[in-house]
């Protein structure tokens, strides 16, 4: 008889948003005519930039044309693309990344589970807490955590707490890590990293010889010149980070599908039989045979983004995005929230009214408010007695959801 994969068996009940949607359809179900406001789900609701549209329609046509049809591309992605990111993302901040050293994917998502396919099964995994789930939901499923204990921790990863009492940075693990995930600037609590901050991190991953996944997929929301927008902006970053980045969030393409992630050439790891082995060829092994790249239309609609239209109208989308995350933070600091994040970043992390846990308040606002949130207890033990409000979506949803939660 077939075998399942076990390791799903020690999931969590649901993973959260397919969780938060299963509530808002039963509510929906039995409220018809509601008008929910959705603040949950880190999904954009803005169109895509004009620059990028009128790129995915030239590539379009071109593919109606013997000369210019696509078939297969790269695995890699597209040169063009890749040169693109290199250039601007990362060499004009002063970053040694090339366009070999760059993956374009279909998500940040895939990218960060994925990566565990190249890296060995007896590695120590640390964690924020709270962590966007896909970062331990992703190594249950690989059987790298444990079984979950009474509070919903796996015994084999080690958290690190990120809190208002240490101002929501994360403390170095007491017990040597060997794969360390950090999001900067943080889903969900909505907090970014220093220089300073980032370079003690490398520092550790350098005397332990462990490897920093790093996830940027919201480095464009990062107000402060003076914040780093990647890893690699710390020296010695390439000899101990790989790093996400997405298309997502700041250019709206999360219904198109675009990422990439960058692995350094050098970076390596230790083979079984002690060898040292390069990432980068690994991670090229496995996408080459387990991914057929992003398709060609897409790709040359992200490569609008890099347009001089395209930065205008990205750095638009996410001014406007911001512009939300500062309505949420003024209007639920006057009504007596306690609040977080919405500053470097499009989330904005609030306290709990007292006496109500995180799943109590999300149902307190679904069925009061109609407005639908996330509960901070879906990001980790950490997160219970928080919730998660997004800023992606219209103005006049967003002051309407104030006025209803503000009314309470």
């Not at 068996?9 to 397919?18: E, R, V």
């Not at 700041?250 to 990439?260: D, E, L």
């Amino acid at each position: 008889m077939v075998q399942i994969n076990s390791n799903y068996l020690k999931l969590k009940a649901g993973y959260l948003f397919p969780e938060i949607a299963r509530r808002v359809k039963a509510f929906s179900d039995d409220h018809p005519g509601i008008d929910l406001i959705r603040l949950g789900i880190g999904d954009v609701t803005e169109p895509l930039p004009r620059a990028c549209c009128e790129a995915m329609k030239a590539a379009i046509d071109a593919m109606g044309t013997s000369e210019g049809f696509h078939g297969y591309g790269p695995e890699q992605g597209y040169s063009w693309l890749r040169e693109a990111i290199a250039k601007q993302d990362f060499q004009n901040r002063g970053c040694k990344v090339s366009a070999e050293e760059i993956f374009i994917s279909d998500g940040s998502k895939c990218d960060s589970s994925n990566i565990l396919d190249i890296l060995g099964e007896g590695n120590r995994i640390a964690v924020t807490d709270p962590v966007y789930p896909v970062y331990v939901d992703s190594n249950v499923m690989a059987g790298r955590t444990g079984n979950a204990a009474e509070n919903g921790c796996y015994e084999s990863l080690t958290y690190l707490p990120i809190n208002a009492t240490n101002n929501f940075e994360a403390q170095l693990p007491k017990e040597a890590a060997d794969l360390i995930y950090l999001c900067f600037p943080n889903n969900p609590t909505g907090a970014v990293a220093s220089k300073s901050q980032l370079e003690r991190w490398v520092k550790y991953a350098r005397e332990h010889n462990a490897l920093i996944l790093f996830d940027a997929a919201y480095e464009a929301f990062i107000q402060d010149p003076h914040l780093p927008h990647s890893i690699y902006e710390i020296e010695g970053a390439r000899e101990c980070a790989i790093e996400f980045r997405s298309f997502s969030k700041n250019a709206g393409f999360t219904g198109t599908r675009c990422a990439f992630t960058v692995v350094p050439k050098g970076l390596t790891g230790k083979a079984a039989d002690g060898k040292q082995v390069e990432l980068w060829q690994l991670w090229n092994r496995r996408q080459s045979t387990k991914f057929n790249g992003v398709n060609y239309v897409v790709q040359r609609g992200a490569e609008a983004v890099y347009s001089p239209e395209g930065q205008a109208q990205t750095k638009a989308l996410v001014s406007f995005y911001m512009e939300n995350a500062a309505i949420i933070r003024s209007e639920l600091m006057t009504a007596g929230f306690t609040v977080y994040g919405g500053e470097h970043a499009p989330y904005v992390w609030i306290k709990t009214p007292e006496g109500l846990d995180s799943w109590g308040f999300f149902d307190h606002l679904l069925e009061q408010a109609f407005v639908v949130g996330t509960p901070g207890s879906g990001f980790g033990a950490a997160g219970e007695g928080y919730f998660r409000l997004s800023a992606f979506n219209s103005r006049v949803n967003v002051q309407s959801a104030m006025t209803r939660i503000t009314s309470l």
